[in-house]
Each structure stands twice: as structure tokens, then as C-alpha cells.
């Protein structure tokens, strides 16, 4: 039996999938988590149940990216049962998509979710409501499984009808029902004529495909007649009169409990509140970055002590073995790397998904989106698009990939572009405090800051204009605040971190390998003396530099301990200023991403574009550089 | 108070002495399809009765006290007939011939009222210019629907419309999170510096931009 799980976004779809097959989905508390199905088996009582879980969508209308998929894939895969997933909380958004899925012939079993806040703030008549709608109705709780097991149950019992129930639409759209479905004698497949025309009718890309094109270039006249005679599109009705459907239903099954608001709704309050939410968005966000800063630098210096009592003298026998240029060159492209997983993915970028976890499941991120919309879109932004940057605060890595939230493909590259060169990675600032913030003073390190914000504020509204875009306006839900569950975030923590070892770790094991080769071979210091006009005369650093340099391209916070070997000294402050620390520091802060986020970026944008990012960084990164020399040296 | 007959001739020669000409007899009895004489005895009479000013040969003109009888009712037949199509989505032939019934019965307070909800409308659905208001109309003036971005924090509307000429991706998603006709939204708080509208709808807290709350048209309410 094929089973699909639909429903709006955030309502639990995730997480009863997760319970229902025991597959780890990724889950958050902002809409838009799923963007690619997951699909999963069970046996129960003999037969083979497969689930799938489908992107959050309001409707079926077939407009937006989300909309379209969930119809094709429904339409595609013509699931034996359809799973609508219902918030108890805010019912009236679901029912409207649960009246289309009846109305598209499909076989609906709603899960009622979320019933334990819903049961604190009002009653629900389950029967009543399963009455109305002629489906069967299961109130589910999936962060702790109840009602799951009796889900599962109706499903395997086919306990599942087709409901006969009809929303009656305006007169107007009835009679264009009726005379469409007896002109026209297309057959609909495995949908109902009526349910097909209404998408058809509401502008439904995929339906309009199930139809001859006689019928399509009708329908397109008569939506057109309709705009002219009531000066609003039929979908505006269409819609007005499924919320009215829904509303009645409603007022029929909900009933009112007079709840003093919560203490979480109390906080909820205050974290939109123009004033103390601004308090609230400074404290977070610094939150953020101190964990990820301090409790990730003291995790790495307890696994850089303990790699080292392990590992001993491993990868010198290792070399020996295999001996020669070649041995030292292997043995210390794997100690490397492994070492880099230590010191910056486990440390950093672990303790880092986990905050990110909380905030994602807390519901706070939404609450982040909009207070800073208003500010997002004079950079040229979306509010959306402030949670790829605190992600990228972790790594770019993940950045890349968050940005696909953003619907438009030109706001995402701006997006990419200001991330990769403005918002410090956790292996950035690791480099910003390791070198002018420990050895030249706090000051430096924060005008490197200031340095990026500007750059962030500049850059976007020069791409922004470049571009000729106008962000798109927001429109996102505000989820209830809510505790997350350690099981979750843990989880969650878990498949992120894997997924940037499958994405990062080849990429750093080879990129250290070659990089290890040519400076066994001493290619790399052949680069030093033609390359000392550029290092020397135009950013003002010693010759050897420019070898970490190119190291940053590769793994940024390698370029510290690489300047440590190629100074011979821990304490860099006797062989650099605190001038040419500032311009070393700068230059890492904005030159390009390293390779794991390069090999992202083709992957999702394409070569073109991301060549384009990565020479722009690059050019930026040594232009700031050199200017800041010049200004040190003049002043 | 007029007879619903004499409405109807007020009516037509309010239609047919728009382009600023007397209405021939003739005129007249083409567009009410009765004979020429009964006209002529029948605009004879509302002469009598200072509705009409009547030349023979010439042809009638409405005077004041008709053309304010001949508007009121042309308003009403076109604020129905918006009403019926665009609210309840008639079809046109069957809206006309309706608001022809409406016109004469409707009460004053329920033409304030439509005239209220659909937003003060300029045009009826043919097009025709609705004659607008001429009376002291508080109801209009205080509480006209406006768009969603003019509510004050705390104030509730119920939705009307939504600007049509907007894109229809916009309207789209709009309609699909549930701004639709008739439900009523609360503005929670205006982010400021251009922040968005926090707004709830039922049980949903949404944030919106100021872009799309200003194609949400609302009317105050409790």
C-alpha cells in the first residue's frame, strides 16, 4: 500500500513520519524543511506500507515550488491513502487543504496533531468532526507517539473511504463547473471531473495537463471573463469559499476554553515585540556565536591534547613505511585532515549545530525573520534569508545549502555571495581571534568585524542593484514557541554532521594530500620568490605568507598553525606587527570559502556562477588587503 | 415618496439625457416599452408633480427633485448589481435583472452598507460610474475598507478584498495562507523600520511584508 503524508508546513508531517517508520527526518520549527521526499516501509499484519513524506504546502493550488510538487508527486505516485496532517491549533489552514484532497477523489485519513496543546486551549469534537467530513479522524500527538499506533491501524484495516463531501462554490462557479463538465467530455484520469476542473479553473499547471487543449484554452477564457466581471481572480473565490466551508465546520466542532495565556505565550509575546525583542534577537545571536567561539574553543584544545596522547608517533612510523618524500607526504596529509575534523568539525561546527538545533525547534528562528525583515530588504534581502547567515556563522557548508528556503534563484546567489564573503565561518573566526585577536588586542579583531558588516551592508546593495532585484516580500508563519526535545536536536545534530563529513571530508583528505605533496616536493616554496612583489610590496608581509595563504583556500584555521611551522615560533607577535597580523586576519575573513564550500556551491549553482563568486572573494579578499596596508603605511 | 412606476421613469430619462439633450417621447417609450401616448400623459403628470421639465416637441429634462430621485436609484441599482456579482458572485445577466427588483426596495441603511463593505466602488461591473453618495454618509466617511498596512497595532478588520491589479503570484500566495474575503485579522504589531505586519488569522500568527499587506483591503471591526 502506497501511503503519503501531506499537510501544511510545519504541522509534525516530520516527525510522525519519523515515528510511523522509525526513518530519521530532519525536523524543524520553521516551515520548509522538507524540500526533497523521504520515503519509508513498515509490515503491519502482513502487508508492506510505504510512507512518504511530502513538502509542507497550504494548498494545491500548483503555484508556488511547493504547491506543484506535492501535486505532481500525489499525482504521480497515486498513493492508496492519503495521511493529511492536521494542526489542532490552527485548524482552519488545514481543513482547506484536507477539502482539496477530498475534492482531487483521494482517500484522506486526517491525523489531528498537536492535540495536547490544542486540548488546553479548547475542546474538539473528534466524532463530530469525522462526522461531518466523512473521513476518519485520529488526534496524534508525534513528538510522543500517541495515536500513532491507531493511525497505522485504520490505515492497514482499510478502514479509509472516499468521503462524498462537496464544498459548494458562488454561483458563478458552479455554473462554470457544469458547463465545463458537460461541453467538455475529457476524461480526468484517475480524478474526479469536478475536483480536476476546479484546478483547472484555479490555474493548476499540472492539472491543466490532464486536459485536451480545447478545454484548457475555455478554461483560460472563462477565468479570464471572470477577473473582468468581478474584478478578482476566480482563485480568490475559490479559496474565500473553502475558508468559509472550513470556518463553518469549525464553528461546529471547536469549542472555547477560557485559557489564561501560558508563560510560553507571555515569552512568545516579548520575542515580537519591537523593543524587547530586539533585546531578545541581540542576546541570541550573541549566544550563538559566544557557545560556538568559547565552548567550542575549549572543546578543541581538550581533542587537540588527547589526538596527540593517541595518535603519538602513528604517522611518523607510517611515513617511515612508506618511506621517502612521498611517505611524509601521505602520513601528514592524513594527520592533517584528521586533524582538521578535530579541531574545527567536531569542536566548532558540532557544538554549533546544536544551538542551531534548539533555535530551529524552539520556534525563536521565524520570530528572527521577522523583526529583521524590514532591515534584510534595504541590504536587498528577504528576512528569510538571516537563518542561512547564522548558519553560516558555523559553516558555509550548510549555508549553501539553507539558502535553498529562498524561492528566487538570483536572491539566493546575492544570498550566497554575501555569505561566503561577509559572515565569518567558526574556521574564520578562529583565525580573526588565533592571530590579531590574541597577538595584537581585542580592537583589531572587532574592527575586522565592523570591517565585514560593512562589507555586508555595501555588498548587498551593490548586488542588489547590479542585479535589479527587488527581494520578494515575506509572508511566513510564526510557529508557537516550544521546548525542543533533546531527541530531536541530537538527531538532527547527528545527520548534519554526517552529511558534512560525506560532503567535506573526502574533499579535505585529497586537498590535503596534494597541498602536503607539493610542499614535500618544495613546489610550493617555488612560488614564494616570483609571488614576493605581490606579498612583499603590496600587502606588506614577509615572502613565506603567501604559503598560508594559498593553505586558506583550502582549510582556513590550517593557515594559524601553518604560520606557526613557517615562523618556527608559537608566538607570532615577534615575527609579524600588529599591522601585518590585521592584514592577514583581513584577507582570511573575506577570501574565498574553502573547497568543501566551493564544491557546494558548483553543485548548486552551477560553474559559471560560482567561479564568478569565488574570483570576486578572492580579488576582494587582496584588494582589502593591500588597501589596508596602504593606510597603515600613510598614517 | 415615488412610486416604483415613476422611479423607473426618472430612470430612463436620467439615462437618456445624458449626453446632455432633452429625451424625445419616443425616446422614452422605446427604452420603458409602453405607447408614446401613454409617455406623453405620463410625463405630463410628473411635470405636474416638478420632476420633470416638459417641452412639446422638444422633449424632458429631469429638474432638481427628479434628478435627485433618478440618482439615488441609479446608485442602488449599481451598488446591488456590484454587490451581486462581486460579493456573490452572480452572474451578470441574472445580477441585472435583480438590482432592476433591488433598486426600488433597497433601504438606505443597507445601500450605506454595501456601500461600506465593497469599499465605496466608483464603477459597477459593466463599468457604468456609480452616482456616488450625496448625503451626509458618516458611515462611509469614518469607515471606508482600507488596506491592511493602515490598521494600527492591536486593531482587527475584516478582509474585503484583495487589490486585483496586484500580481497574480502574490494574490496566490496570499489567498493560500488564508488571506481570503471575510476573515477576520488581527495586527498584532507593526515591526518597525520597515519590518513586516505580525498579524493573526484565527489560531495563526503570520508575519507579512508591507507589500502584501497593502494588497489585503480590511474594514475595522471589533
Known amino acids: 500500500m502506497n501511503i503519503a503524508l501531506v499537510g501544511n508546513p510545519n504541522v509534525g508531517k516530520s516527525v510522525l513520519f519519523s515515528r510511523m517508520t522509525g526513518i530519521g527526518v530532519i525536523s524543524s520549527n520553521y516551515p520548509g524543511t522538507t524540500v526533497e521526499f523521504e520515503e519509508g516501509r513498515i509490515v503491519r499484519s502482513g502487508e508492506v506500507l510505504t510512507i512518504f513524506d511530502l513538502p509542507g504546502t497550504y494548498s494545491l493550488a500548483g503555484i508556488s515550488e511547493d504547491e506543484l510538487v506535492t501535486t505532481r508527486l500525489l499525482a504521480e505516485r497515486n498513493p492508496d491513502v492519503v495521511i493529511a496532517v492536521a494542526d489542532a491549533t490552527r485548524l482552519a489552514q488545514s481543513l482547506v487543504l484536507i477539502l482539496q484532497l477530498v475534492e482531487l477523489g483521494y482517500r484522506v485519513v486526517v491525523a489531528l496533531n498537536f492535540m495536547d496543546v490544542a ?114 481572480s476566480i482563485e480568490v473565490h475559490i479559496s474565500r469559499d473553502r ?170 546567489l546575492i544570498l550566497v555571495t554575501i555569505t561566503i564573503m561577509a559572515v565569518p565561518c567558526s574556521a574564520q573566526v578562529a583565525v580573526i581571534l588565533g592571530t590579531v585577536g590574541h597577538f595584537a588586542g581585542l580592537g583589531y579583531a572587532v574592527l575586522i568585524f565592523a570591517i565585514l558588516l560593512a562589507i555586508l551592508l555595501i555588498l548587498g546593495r551593490l548586488l542588489h542593484r547590479a542585479m535589479k532585484f527587488e527581494p520578494s516580500t515575506l509572508a511566513i508563519e510564526i510557529p ?67 604559503i598560508a595563504l594559498i593553505f586558506g583556500v583550502l582549510r582556513k584555521e590550517m593557515s594559524l598553525q601553518l604560520l606557526v611551522l613557517l615562523f618556527g615560533t608559537a608566538n607570532l607577535a615577534t615575527v609579524l606587527s600588529p599591522e601585518q597580523l590585521f592584514v592577514f586576519a583581513l584577507i582570511m575573513a573575506t577570501y574565498m570559502p574553502c573547497l568543501s564550500a566551493f564544491a557546494v556551491m558548483l553543485k548548486e549553482f552551477g560553474l559559471k556562477d560560482t567561479i564568478k563568486v569565488t574570483v570576486s572573494s578572492v580579488v576582494l579578499a587582496f584588494s582589502l588587503g593591500g588597501i589596508a596596508h596602504i593606510l597603515f603605511a600613510v598614517f | 415618496m415615488a412610486s416604483e412606476n415613476v422611479e423607473e421613469y426618472l430612470e430612463c430619462v436620467f439615462d437618456l439625457t445624458r449626453n446632455g439633450s432633452p429625451a424625445k417621447t419616443s425616446d422614452i417609450a422605446a427604452c420603458m416599452k409602453v405607447s408614446p401616448a401613454s409617455v406623453t400623459e405620463m410625463v405630463q403628470r410628473l411635470s405636474d408633480l416638478g420632476f420633470l421639465d416638459y417641452e412639446k ?81 458618516r458611515l462611509c466617511e469614518s469607515e471606508p475598507s482600507m488596506p491592511l498596512s493602515d490598521l494600527e497595532d492591536g486593531e482587527a478588520g475584516l478582509i474585503t478584498h484583495l487589490r486585483c491589479e496586484e500580481s497574480p503570484a502574490k494574490i496566490r500566495r496570499l489567498i493560500s495562507m488564508g488571506f481570503v474575503p471575510g476573515r477576520r485579522v488581527l495586527v498584532e504589531e507593526e515591526v518597525p523600520a520597515g519590518g513586516p505586519f505580525v498579524v493573526k488569522l484565527d489560531e495563526c500568527r503570520i508575519a507579512i511584508g508591507r507589500e502584501y499587506a497593502s494588497i489585503v483591503h480590511v474594514k475595522r471591526c471589533a
Open chain 2, 57 to 137: 416637441y422638444k422633449g424632458a429634462t429631469l429638474t432638481e427633485k427628479g434628478a435627485e430621485v433618478a440618482t439615488r436609484i441609479k446608485r442602488k441599482h449599481r451598488l446591488a448589481e456590484s454587490f451581486l456579482v462581486r460579493i456573490l458572485g452572480m452572474r451578470r445577466g441574472e445580477s441585472h435583472e435583480e438590482a432592476c427588483r433591488l433598486e426600488h426596495t433597497l433601504s438606505d441603511e443597507s445601500e450605506r452598507r454595501i456601500c461600506q463593505m465593497m469599499n465605496n466602488p466608483q464603477v459597477c461591473p459593466d463599468g457604468k460610474p456609480i452616482p456616488q453618495c450625496d448625503r451626509e454618509c
Open chain 1, 119 to 232: 486540548r488546553r486551549r479548547f475542546s474538539i469534537d473528534v466524532v463530530k468532526l469525522s462526522e461531518i467530513l466523512h473521513l476518519p479522524v485520529v488526534p496524534t500527538v508525534a513528538v510522543t507517539g500517541e495515536g500513532v499506533d491507531e493511525l497505522i491501524q485504520v490505515i492497514a484495516a482499510r478502514k479509509v473511504p472516499r468521503s462524498d463531501f462537496v464544498v459548494r462554490y458562488d454561483t458563478h462557479i458552479e455554473s462554470l463547473l457544469s458547463a465545463l463538465s458537460s461541453e467538455t467530455g475529457d476524461r480526468t484520469g484517475p480524478f474526479p471531473s469536478r475536483g480536476a476542473l476546479l484546478k483547472l479553473l484555479e490555474g493548476n499547471e499540472y492539472f491543466a495537463g490532464v486536459f485536451q487543449s480545447a478545454t484548457i484554452e475555455k478554461a483560460v477564457r472563462l477565468r479570464e471573463e471572470f477577473r473582468e466581471e468581478h474584478m478578482e
Open chain 1, 243 to 412: 475558508f468559509g466551508e472550513a470556518g463553518r465546520v469549525i464553528s461546529e466542532v471547536v469549542g472555547k476554553l477560557e485559557a489564561p495565556p501560558s508563560l510560553g505565550e507571555r515569552i512568545s509575546e516579548l520575542t515580537l515585540r519591537p523593543f524587547t525583542g530586539s533585546i531578545i534577537l541581540l542576546l541570541v545571536l550573541s549566544g550563538v556565536f559566544l557557545s560556538v567561539v568559547f565552548v567550542g574553543g575549549t572543546i578543541e584544545s581538550l581533542l587537540a591534547q588527547t589526538y596527540r596522547a593517541i595518535v603519538g608517533d602513528a604517522f611518523a612510523d607510517l611515513a617511515a613505511l612508506i618511506g621517502g618524500q612521498a611517505g611524509l607526504a601521505v602520513a601528514r596529509g592524513i594527520d592533517l585532515s584528521l586533524q582538521a575534523i578535530l579541531s574545527i568539525v567536531i569542536p566548532y561546527i558540532l557544538v554549533f549545530y546544536i544551538v542551531l538545533g534548539l533555535l530551529e525547534d524552539s520556534g525563536y528562528l521565524p520570530r528572527a525573520v521577522a523583526l529583521l525583515d524590514g532591515l534584510m530588504h534595504k541590504i536587498g534581502l528577504h528576512g528569510r534569508a538571516i537563518i542561512p547567515m547564522i548558519v553560516g556563522m558555523g559553516c558555509n557548508v550548510p549555508a549553501i545549502l539553507a539558502t535553498r528556503v529562498i524561492e528566487s534563484r538570483r536572491e539566493r
Open chain 1, 480 to 546: 508557537d514557541l516550544s521546548v525542543p526535545r533533546p531527541r530531536n536536536v541530537l538527531y538532527k545534530t547527528y545527520m548534519r554532521v554526517k552529511d558534512f563529513f560525506v560532503i567535506a571530508f573526502p574533499i579535505l583528505l585529497v586537498g590535503s594530500l596534494v597541498l602536503e605533496t607539493l610542499t614535500q616536493y618544495g613546489i610550493l616554496d617555488k612560488v614564494v620568490d616570483p609571488l614576493s612583489p605581490f606579498t612583499v610590496g603590496f600587502l606588506g608581509l614577509p615572502a613565506v605568507t603567501i
